[in-house]
C-alpha cells in the first residue's frame, strides 16, 4: 500500500487546519473520538517523519510525550502521485524555477503516538508565469 495525499488527515478544502485540528484534539480529550482513530498514520508517514522531518517545538496533543515533527509534501506537476517528500528549501526552489505550479502539503505527525494532522497547504507558483497572465 502506497502512500497518497488522501491519507493526510484533514479536509483540503478548509481553509483554517489549526482549527479543524483543535476541533479534533477536543472531541479526542472528550472521549468522542478514539485516539485509535487519530494515531493511524501510514508507515510511510512516519518513516518520513524520523528521517526527513522537521522537529517542531510543539508538544504531541494526544500522547504529550514527545514533540511532533512536521513533514512537507509536495503534489504537482511531474512528481509521483503520492508526493515528493521536501526537506530542503533548495528543493521548493528547484520546483519554482520549472514555470510549473505545486502544492505543498505541510502534516505534523508523532513518530511515538503516530497522530497526524494536516497543518497546511502551500502553493507553490512557478516564476516562470506572471501575475497577470492568471
Ligand atoms: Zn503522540
Redesign the pocket.
Known amino acids: 500500500m502506497g502512500f497518497s495525499v488522501d491519507m493526510l488527515r484533514g479536509d483540503i478544502g478548509v481553509v483554517d487546519h489549526q482549527l479543524s485540528r483543535r476541533a479534533l484534539i477536543n472531541e479526542v480529550k472528550r472521549g468522542r473520538v478514539s485516539r485509535d482513530s487519530v ?1 493511524d498514520a501510514h508507515p510511510e508517514l512516519i518513516r518520513a517523519a524520523k528521517h526527513l522531518g522537521e522537529p517542531s517545538k510543539t508538544v ?7 514533540n ?1 515533527v512536521l513533514v512537507t509534501y509536495v503534489f504537482g506537476h511531474g512528481l509521483p502521485s503520492h508526493g515528493k517528500c521536501v526537506t530542503d528549501k533548495k528543493d521548493i526552489e528547484k520546483l519554482q524555477r520549472t514555470g510549473h505550479e505545486y502544492a505543498a502539503y505541510v502534516v505534523e505527525a ?6 497526524h494532522h494536516l497543518l497546511r497547504v502551500l502553493p507553490i507558483a512557478g516564476r516562470g508565469r506572471s501575475r497577470a497572465a492568471r
Open positions: 494515531c504531541c496533543p494526544i500522547c504529550e510525550e514527545v511532533v508523532c513518530p511515538e503516538c503516530r497522530w
